[in-house]
């Protein structure tokens, strides 16, 4: 009878343990971790993994001297749960994890456990230290962004180029165009219309209106008008989009880490015992040497050397961009301004990163009597460069096909990078249908060769030609040499191998010197004709002032001169110019700026191009504004202020000056950031109120201070405080008219005044008032 119950136990067991591990959802626990739960109790005990004490108590279960731990406790002291299989409500023993070993202290409560690096979790370092800024906003407004020439050339000549610009949360329209004033010609022409939505969460944008098409190394654009729906990693700064090498180590005891790349330090950290891993690394493209340096607190050292390398066009493991776009092709782009293909045409572009070695690539077009697609795909030779190729057919009125292989590598001592297209048939594509054919070979090579720190060697090729047209093989070398002193030299020749006469040789010299003043000197040859030009500059500062602009100079024995004067603004941007060539003189005058209207408020500005910020302090006026600790200006008469030229998508530091404000002014912070979307302004708000505050002089009926101490009630704003010495007490938020009530020891009062802010912004101290007591009632 024992003998069948015992059978019927252990078949029901097996039953619920096949059941349970036929439950979705996870993947089955090894048999070899799961503790008995049987004859067990809960022990709390203190922790010390390889020697190092943990900061916190480790709850386990205790059969006699085994030990057991749930997965999610293991994982607290550092041991990676997943890369065993282990799930964090799995009770785990202990003995049943290869290469762990401990020691249980059952009188003083506290085990060591010996930990092996295979299942630690390794310890993260970001070098790159990027956060993910805060979601983007965007405020609601109307920027108009303008550039007036005015030009005396054989008569008067006017234009102004203009953009149209609304902006809200739902995304931003826009419309760009020039218009002509002079007598010869008046007539506007447009050149973009388009309204575009961005969401950084998806990393997605559509755009309707005027745009560009998609493509890839290998293939063209074209403007076209339509839909567009794409892939934008510009909405992420923080996102490093390709292959960035994975550096791991093991440090015996808490040590200082350094990374050096290219035998300069990155960056120092530190890191406790155990694995690491060093997840990026910053600041160069292609091949270096990444330098690991552990140092303990005994000064011992362990160095770790790796060679790498980084191509910044291919995508990271497992990352995808996109673009699809259909519509209809523009044509005469800058000289008509509604020339559009009456054809629907539609294209599209897609990479994937398969591995951090393959990236492929596919492009697709279609329109009328045209079809076209290919694909191709970029490999990563280890530390030897990368290698990239595709293949591309046509079909159609213009059918064909096109390959195309090239090769990079970029090493601290030398640079290649060469690439060859060539175009078999009448391969065709959209832009081909608008007159631009496929070249039907192009061709370029460029070795750079660095040395020495300050000098440069480069030696490149360019060879294209296009159907029914010469070719053209263009040959250059030059020689830069960076000397102290902000001094620069560059030698350069160039030749074209079909045409003889097409050769030059430049020298050109550039100084930099104090007061942000350059100098630059050219003199060689073009063609068989000489040629010298000497230029002096000084920009204007960023902050606003003037600049200047001087240069001279001659190409085949004619002369010509040049001088400009600048002046940049906080409302934007003037320029005079004077010219002479061959003895023929000229002036124009430029403005650049624009307008922003926003929060009821009309702004001049320089010209917006971005993310804005507006800064309002509650018509507060002439507070200073900090853009990254630098001082933009001070707000206008309606409490304004507008921060141009900010990084969308990025956190922008905004702050004001709170001491150089009267001191009946309250301020809830001096600091903001704010991050504004693409093309997008932000209202970026101060409340700044002002005290409605005063000192009250206190006496009572005989004229003498009311005791300090005594409680008083501020009836309007239901605020209680006490009298201080000399009878005075501090009230805020006055009113008009205003009623204080005070208690003392059996009596009590009430104190009627008026209050007028004072014009002066002083706090000012007003009284005496009587207090008249009147006994409490029992």
């Known amino acids: ?152 050339e054989t008569g008067n000549r006017y234009a102004l180029w203009l953009e149209q610009r609304y902006f809200d949360p739902d995304g931003v329209f826009s419309n760009t165009g020039i218009a002509y004033l002079d007598a010869a010609s008046r007539r506007y022409l447009r050149y973009d219309t388009s309204w575009s939505r961005s969401d950084p969460a998806t990393l997605r944008t559509v755009q309707w209106g005027d745009a560009i098409t998609s493509s890839l190394a290998w293939s063209r654009s074209i403007r076209f008008a339509g839909f567009q729906w794409r892939s934008n990693f510009a909405l992420r700064p923080d996102l490093v989009t390709f292959p960035l090498p994975v550096l791991t180590g093991s440090a015996v005891v808490p040590s200082s880490l350094d990374l050096y790349v290219n035998n300069m330090q990155h960056f120092n950290v530190q890191v406790p015992s155990g694995p690491f891993v060093v997840n990026e690394v910053p600041g160069i493209t292609g091949g270096g040497n990444a330098t690991l340096i552990t ?23 497992g990352l995808s961009s996109y673009s699809l776009e259909a519509g209809f ?95 078999f048939g009448h391969y065709g594509d959209l832009a081909s249908r608008d007159g631009a054919p496929v070249p039907t070979h192009t061709d370029r090579l460029t070795v750079s060769l660095p040395f020495f720190g300050n000098q440069n060697f480069a030696l490149s090729y360019i060879g294209t030609k296009l159907p029914q047209v010469e070719a053209s093989r263009i040959a250059s070398l030059s020689y830069g040499l960076s000397l102290r002193h902000a001094l620069s030299l560059n030698l350069s020749a160039y030749r074209d191998i079909d045409r003889h006469r097409s050769r030059g040789v430049f020298l050109n010299v550039s100084l930099g010197l104090e007061n942000n003043v350059s100098l630059n000197a050219v003199a060689g040859s073009q063609g068989g004709r000489a040629y010298n030009n000497l230029q002096a500059l000084r920009p204007a500062d960023y902050a606003g002032g003037w600049g200047w602009g001087l ?78 600790n630098r001082l933009l200006g001070r707000t206008d008469d309606h409490g304004h202020l507008l921060v141009p030229d900010l990084n969308a998508y990025q956190d922008n530091h905004i702050s004001i000056d709170p001491s150089r404000l009267p001191v009946d002014m309250r301020i809830d912070a001096t600091a903001m950031v704010v991050v504004p979307q693409v093309q997008s302004g932000v209202l970026g708000r101060f409340s700044i109120t002002r005290y409605a505050a ?85």
Request: hydrophobic residues 40%; glycine residues 10%; proline residues 4%.
């Open 1 to 152: 009878m024992a003998d069948h119950r015992a059978r019927c136990e252990a078949l029901l067991g097996m039953a619920l343990a096949g059941a349970l591990m036929a439950l979705p959802g996870r993947a089955a626990v090894p048999a070899t971790y799961l503790a008995d739960m049987q004859q067990t109790q809960d022990v709390f005990l203190e922790v010390e993994v390889n020697g190092e004490g943990i900061p916190f108590i480790v709850h386990f279960r205790a059969s006699g001297a085994k030990l057991s731990a749930t997965g999610a406790e293991l994982a607290r002291i550092g041991i990676a749960i997943d890369k065993l299989g282990i799930a964090g409500s799995d009770q785990v023993a202990l003995d049943a994890l290869a290469g762990v070993r401990y020691r249980y202290d059952k009188t003083h409560q506290r085990v060591a456990i010996t930990l092996p690096d295979d299942v630690r979790k390794p310890f993260v370092v970001d070098s790159r230290q990027l956060p993910q800024a805060m979601p983007a906003t965007s405020g609601r407004g109307v920027v108009l962004n303008y550039d007036a020439v005015a030009q005396n």
């Open 329 to 423: 092709l523009r044509r005469d782009y800058g000289a008509a301004s509604f020339h559009y293909d009456p054809h629907l045409a539609g294209s599209g572009s897609w990479r994937r990163g398969i591995s951090d070695a393959l990236t492929v690539e596919a492009h697709g077009e279609a329109t009328d009597h045209l079809f076209n697609a290919g694909t191709g795909a970029l490999v990563r030779l280890g530390t030897d460069g990368v290698l990239n190729g595709a293949i591309g057919f046509s079909a159609g009125r213009w059918a064909g096909t096109q390959l195309s292989l090239g090769y990079q590598w970029i090493e601290p001592h030398y640079a290649i990078d060469a690439q060859s297209i060539r175009t």
């Open 295 to 317: 140092r303990n607190a005994l000064g011992q050292t362990v160095t770790l050397a790796m060679p790498i390398y980084i191509d910044t066009q291919m995508l990271a493991t």
């Open 551 to 628: 240069q001279t100079g001659q190409f085949n024995q004619l002369g010509f001169h040049q001088a400009q004067l600048q002046y940049l603004g906080s409302a934007g941007q003037l320029t005079g110019l004077v010219q002479n060539y061959a003895g023929h003189t000229t002036a124009s005058f430029d403005a650049l700026g624009s307008i922003v209207l926003m929060d009821g408020d009309i702004q001049f500005s320089r010209r917006i191009y971005d993310g804005f910020a507006l800064v309002s302090t509650n018509g507060v006026a002439g507070v200073p504004v900090l853009h990254e």
């Open 694 to 778: 005063a000192s009250v002089l206190l006496h009572d009926a005989s004229g003498k201070p009311i005791a300090a101490g005594t409680r008083v009630h501020h009836v309007e704003s239901g605020a209680d405080t006490i009298v201080g010495y000399d009878g005075l007490t501090f009230i805020n938020d006055l009113q008009a008219t205003n009623h204080l009530q005070l208690d003392g020891p059996a009596w009590h009062c009430t104190v009627t005044f008026s209050y007028t802010p004072p014009t002066n912004h002083a706090l000012p101290s007003i009284g005496p008032f009587i207090c008249r007591r009147e006994a409490m009632q029992p």
